[in-house]
Nanobody, 124 residues
Framework: QVQLVESGGGLVQAGGSLRLSCAASGRTFSSYAMGWFRQAPGKEREFVAAASWTGFTVTYSDSVKGRFTISRDNAKSAVYLQMNSLKAEDTAVYYC?????????????????WGQGTQVTVSS
């Protein structure tokens, strides 16, 4: 089992930037992919980004591609989400996710563990 703790959420104006962090403990961090999902009020949780166990292979949703960057530091057992050019529609609770395996994931059933979530609010 993996324990995940997010930090870095907050309130930012449209066009601004935020960096989310997720600290992991439990299973060997380098043995599984990591990613981020988000859930806006009244909407289903959606995939945002994921990185393979090496961090060299990444994938993004179309809505954040070119604005968000996922990275991981296996030495620190941490994954990050740099969010630039934020829009009001990026407002959501962001969840850190640990995959069940080393390869990339884009859907909830492939997630083995979830963080508690951190709120990101973008004012327009």
């Amino acid at each position: 089992q993996v324990q995940l703790v997010e930090s870095g959420g907050g309130l930012v104006q449209a066009g601004g930037s935020l960096r989310l962090s997720c600290a992991a403990s439990g299973r060997t961090f380098s043995s599984y992919a990591m990613g981020w999902f988000r859930q806006a009020p009244g909407k289903e949780r959606e995939f945002v980004a994921a990185a393979s166990w090496t961090g060299f292979t990444v994938t993004y949703s179309d809505s954040v591609k070119g604005r968000f960057t996922i990275s991981r530091d296996n030495a620190k057992s941490a994954v990050y989400l740099q969010m630039n050019s934020l829009k009001a529609e990026d407002t959501a609770v962001y969840y850190c996710a640990a995959g069940k395996a080393a390869g990339l994931f884009r859907s909830g059933p492939d997630v083995g563990s979830w963080g508690q979530g951190t709120q990101v609010t973008v004012s327009s």
